[in-house]
């Protein structure tokens, strides 16, 4: 009896000391190791047990540790790594379908073809099909995106082709032709290599006309969105262009804003609108303020940020104004006599006027370039953002 508790003392040793001995593991390098292997041998049947017992790891520790350095797991990796490489072969090559299937890893390419539409939107014939032809899209939603990668869409969205003549004053949006709703009969004559959407019930509608890819428009910020559509159209060196550009005109932003705005001072976004006032978060208005030149929200934004890191906004009634008051408010009021009206109402309030921006005399008004969001105005309410402190300051 003595010998059995000492046995099973010793195995609840030996359990014990297991997690604890990995639990040290926190260097990247079994990551960076497998990171290798996988590039080097993706077109080999690969499972996580093999990739973790590589590591020298338990699966379960493995993926934890691997989701901590790299942001999905081992096997979301492999498979996007796999159809990056299929992508090439495709674009590039006049592989058969079943070959490029096998020499990324998928000796079935019927399922091969199902996880590349998963992945990339679209299905491998179609993706094909887009790489032997001049790419003139129609495009709902992502039109500035296409610009910002150099791709000029024959059609789209009656608001964007606006957006962009007029605000971002694009000589190269001239021609572009402007489509009032996303109608079948409207986009039929352009003859459109590809339509791009953000609805996926679009799809059945227009596929007859040519391909369509469907990217939901909550789904992801807007570089996440960039990234998409860059890989869809095979324009990752365009993407990473503009990343690099946009960064370092951020990081300029940034010393000027940073030299006007102090670190322990908060931030708050409004949007007024005809009926409705919204507090913004981490999106449209709030990128560049928050996530961009990192300026620091009100803690009840901070809050539903924590909640959503993709937070949009939230209505704000006239008697909660209090609540989002901070020491710098960045007001967009839409363009439209009623919202005007009601912004004059709302700085006649007691609530407004005992916002510390207010009585500090900072507050400033953005222009109709900051309710948009995609690339190109990203880049425009970088340049805007300076010349908005600099009038506040001499005024």
Not at 201 to 208: L, M, P, Q, T
Request: proline share 5%.
């Amino acid at each position: 009896m003595l010998q059995n508790q000492i046995r099973f003392q010793q195995l609840l040793l030996t359990i014990w000391e297991a997690p604890a001995a990995q639990a040290v593991v926190e260097s990247s390098h079994p990551i960076d190791q497998t990171l290798s292997y996988i590039h080097e041998h993706y077109a080999q049947s690969l499972s996580l047990a093999d990739l973790a017992n590589k590591a020298g790891l338990t699966p379960r520790y493995y993926t934890e540790l691997f989701k901590k350095n790299v942001g999905k797991s081992p096997i979301e990796y492999l498979t996007g790594y796999r159809m990056d490489q299929a992508k090439k072969l495709l674009w590039d090559s006049k592989k058969r379908l079943r070959e490029v299937a096998q020499l990324v890893g998928y000796e079935d390419e019927f399922y091969f073809s199902r996880r590349f539409k998963q992945q990339v939107g679209v299905s491998p014939t179609v993706f094909v099909k887009m790489s032997q032809r001049q790419i003139a899209p129609v495009t709902f939603q992502y039109t500035e995106y296409l610009m910002a990668l150099g791709i000029k869409p024959v059609g789209a969205q009656e608001d964007q082709v606006s957006h962009m003549r007029e605000q971002l004053r694009l000589q190269e949006a001239s021609d572009i032709i402007s489509l009032s709703k996303a109608c079948p009969d409207l986009i039929k004559p352009l003859q459109p290599s590809f339509i791009l959407t953000d609805y996926p019930k679009d799809c059945a509608a227009f596929s007859s006309i040519a391909p369509t890819c469907a990217l939901s428009w909550t789904d992801d910020d807007v570089f996440g969105h960039l990234q998409q559509i860059a890989d869809l159209f095979g324009q990752k060196d365009k993407a990473l262009l503009w990343f690099k550009q946009h960064e370092q005109k951020v990081q300029k932003t940034k010393r000027y804003v940073d030299a006007r705005i102090g670190k322990e001072e908060t931030v708050s976004i409004l949007n007024v609108r005809p009926a409705h006032t919204f507090a913004y978060g981490v999106r449209n208005l709030g990128h560049v303020l928050y996530k961009s030149l990192k300026l620091t929200p009100p803690p009840i934004i901070q809050d539903n940020i924590k909640r959503d890191p993709n937070f949009w906004a939230v209505p704000v009634q006239e008697h909660q104004l209090n609540a989002y008051a901070a020491d710098w408010l960045f007001v967009h009021i839409f363009d439209d006599d009623l919202s005007r009206a009601h912004f004059q109402a709302l700085t006649q309030r007691k609530e407004w006027q005992s916002i510390p921006a207010v009585q500090k005399g900072q507050v400033v008004l953005l222009g109709p370039v900051w309710f948009a969001y995609d690339p190109l105005s990203l880049d425009a309410q970088l340049d805007e953002a300076i010349q908005l402190l600099e009038q506040q300051k001499t005024s």
